[in-house]
């Protein structure tokens, strides 16, 4: 069965070959979808048949958007240490202490339902692709369980048993490190793509340089893929840890040296910001436009969590990153698109060429611009076809 979707008054494919510009944007378009993906692409008039047709009278059409980074697995509510943010207090990760409390205690259906809807808030603002992290057990049970009912909603799933080095091992992080790397490792890998590590010295709560590289080289051991929380609360050595190590993905770059930049420059790994963090505790925001000047590869994300940004929307993150970190619209679009598959090493999403999946977002808007024109404004949603 194949479906005709025109009346598509721009349509961005992300794909260079079919228009202007890194967005590859289509006027007056159409596409064809047949078994979930992509089988013709191009103008409205030169359209084949197909089996049924939808027409969207003239909404602009985008690929759905990737977020490769969001802490979905929890239980528990931190709006209070939010408003004691928003009254002076600094952010250093401590208060997820209290999720892993609330998340042990919780059972496996709170979990999953709780999950379930904050995917589903993602999907009716135009995500269809979401990297979902553990990190919130610290424990072999509960990091194993977390990835386990992660995998109910995504392929991407990625273990973060070094999130914080939890309150019964304060002062033996070198043995919460080994359980990080030896057992819970055995447990999780089965359910888990990734590995990640919060790397990130300037915390008390958080692991610092060879305790992170013991994690990942750990991770890859166990054929797993490597990401990096780096260098979100000062300069550190996560980033360049990451480029060595071959990482996919470099998450936060809040603070960034020249040497940092140089590395990502140099190397293949995608540099993910999370502006919404930035939003919720009042931090720097990262500078994009140094990145992108330096030939960065960059990607966008929500970083969703019950904690330092309990955002579930990329539109949003997409207009913060056009008003505070120097991206244009284009930029900030793709970086949340195809930016995101890079940052998952996925060429089937991100995109709308022939052949990729058919992951499309409506926007009640005749053109992308309107996601950063129009912030806090419900535009976007994903089509089922």
Same mark, same amino acid.
């Not at 958007?65 to 009254?87: I, P, Q, T």
């Not at 992308?368 to 912030?375: E, G, K, N, S, T």
């Given at each position: ?74 239980? #528990? ?28 205690? +919780? ?6 339902? #709780? ?93 610092? +340089? ?5 994690? &990942? ?8 893929? =490597? ?14 840890? +990451? ?13 960034? /040296?020249? %040497? ?6 140099? #190397? ?5 910001? &999370? ?24 990607? &966008? ?17 997409? %207009? ?9 619209? +284009? ?6 698109? =195809?930016?995101?598959?890079? %940052? ?5 999403? /991100?995109?709308?060429?022939? #052949? ?30």
């Amino acid at each position: 069965m194949s479906t005709l979707v025109d009346g598509i008054a721009e349509l961005v494919t992300n794909d260079a070959t079919c228009g202007p510009g890194p967005l590859g944007v289509i006027l007056d378009a159409a596409l064809v979808i047949q078994d979930g993906h992509v089988a013709w692409v191009g103008r409205a008039a030169d359209a084949p048949a197909a089996d049924e047709r939808t027409d969207l009278g003239g909404r602009a059409v985008i690929p759905g958007f990737v977020d490769s980074h969001a802490h979905l697995v929890f239980a #528990g509510d931190r709006a209070a240490e939010f408003e004691a943010r928003m009254s002076g207090q600094p952010y250093d990760g401590g208060g997820i202490t209290s999720t892993v409390r609330a998340t042990r205690a +919780a059972t496996d259906q709170e979990l999953r339902s #709780g999950l379930v809807r904050l995917v589903a808030e993602m999907r009716a603002q135009g995500t269809t692709t979401v990297e979902v992290k553990s990190g919130y057990g610290l424990t072999v049970a509960d990091e194993e369980r977390a990835l386990r009912i992660a995998a109910e909603v995504t392929p991407e799933t990625t273990y973060l048993g070094a999130h914080v080095v939890p309150i019964e091992y304060v002062g033996r992080a070198g043995e919460y490190v080994a359980l990080v790397t030896g057992e819970m490792l055995q447990a999780c890998a089965p359910h888990a793509r990734w590995i990640d590590v919060f790397c990130e010295p300037a915390s008390a709560h958080a692991f610092d +340089a060879d305790a992170a590289r013991a994690v &990942l080289e750990a991770g890859a051991r166990a054929g797993l893929g =490597l990401r990096v929380h780096a260098n979100q609360l000062s300069l550190g050595p996560g980033v360049q840890l +990451a480029v060595e190590l071959g990482a996919a993905s470099a998450d936060h770059c809040t603070y960034l /040296g020249d %040497a940092d930049v140089d590395a990502l420059a140099a #190397g293949s790994t995608v540099a993910t910001l &999370l502006p919404s963090i930035e939003f919720s505790t009042r931090s720097p925001y990262p500078d994009a436009r140094r990145l992108l000047a330096a030939g960065v590869t960059v990607a &966008l994300a929500t970083d969703c969590n019950p904690g330092s940004g309990y955002s579930s929307s990329m539109p949003f993150c997409l %207009a913060l990153a056009v008003r505070e970190m120097g991206m244009t619209p +284009a930029e900030a679009l793709w970086a949340g698109t =195809l930016g995101g598959a890079r %940052a998952l090493r996925r060429d089937d999403v /991100g995109q709308l060429r022939v #052949g990729a999946r058919a992951d499309l977002a409506v926007l009640d808007a005749p053109s992308y611009r309107h996601l950063a024109y129009r912030p806090g404004v419900p535009l976007a949603r994903t089509l089922e076809v």
